[in-house]
């Protein structure tokens, strides 16, 4: 009886190395590429701060809206105007003292 060598080729390594480096790289693109986990937390870390300073300008803004309506022709808030003339212009009563 003769023995039958039969030589292996590198076809099953290169196909198994091929695999694992594709699994490698979809790997390392799910978590860091543009789409991955970390590009994720840091969109949604960006949305809630954004989200955060939409709701403070958006308060500000009806602040301002309420000012500006009582200062419009309909509404005339006497006090107010008393103060945005102190503050803008600078003027104060006869029966005033100013302290600086």
């Given at each position: 009886m003769t023995a039958v060598h039969t030589q292996r080729g590198f076809g099953?390594?290169?196909?198994?190395a091929f695999a694992?480096?594709?699994?490698v790289y979809f790997t390392f693109a799910a978590?860091?590429?543009d789409y991955g986990m970390f590009r994720r937390v840091a969109i949604d870390a960006e949305a809630e701060t954004l989200?955060?300073?939409r709701d403070r300008l958006a308060l500000?803004?009806?602040e301002m809206?309420?000012?500006?309506h009582r200062l419009s022709d309909e509404y005339l808030d006497?006090?107010?105007?008393?103060?945005q003339t102190r503050d803008v212009l600078g003027?104060?009563?006869s029966d005033e003292i100013a302290i600086r």
């Open positions: 099953g390594l290169a196909y198994l694992c480096a594709l699994g978590v860091q590429g989200r955060t300073e500000e803004l009806a809206q309420n000012l500006t006497l006090d107010l105007l008393d103060q003027y104060m009563r």
